[in-house]
Nanobody, 124 residues
Framework: QVQLVESGGGLVQAGGSLRLSCAASGRTFSSYAMGWFRQAPGKEREFVAAINWSGGFTYYIDSVKGRFTISRDNAKNMVYLQMNSLKPEDTAVYYC?????????????????WGQGTQVTVSS
């Protein structure tokens, strides 16, 4: 069982930065792949970024490549999403998720555990 709690969302102007954090409970955290997803009003939840169990492999959707960075600290049971050069279209609720698969995956059904989400709003 893994419990996830996100933090770090907020309101930022276009071009600004935010760092999302996800605190995980559970002794098996280091064996899980972790992902970030987002959901804008009226839209389906979409994959943003994923990282494998060791942190050695990452995967991003094209629209955030070069702007977002996913990382993890297994000693602290933490996952992060550094978001730079934010755009209004990045506005959404961002969710942290854990997959029992060890490899990074973009497929939502692979993720068994989810946080409650944190709101990110980017103003133009």
């Amino acid at each position: 069982q893994v419990q996830l709690v996100e933090s770090g969302g907020g309101l930022v102007q276009a071009g600004g930065s935010l760092r999302l954090s996800c605190a995980a409970s559970g002794r098996t955290f280091s064996s899980y792949a972790m992902g970030w997803f987002r959901q804008a009003p009226g839209k389906e939840r979409e994959f943003v970024a994923a990282i494998n169990w060791s942190g050695g492999f990452t995967y991003y959707i094209d629209s955030v490549k070069g702007r977002f960075t996913i990382s993890r600290d297994n000693a602290k049971n933490m996952v992060y999403l550094q978001m730079n050069s934010l755009k209004p279209e990045d506005t959404a609720v961002y969710y942290c998720a854990a997959a029992e698969l060890g490899y990074a995956t973009k497929w939502l059904p692979d993720y068994k555990y989810w946080g409650q989400g944190t709101q990110v709003t980017v103003s133009s």
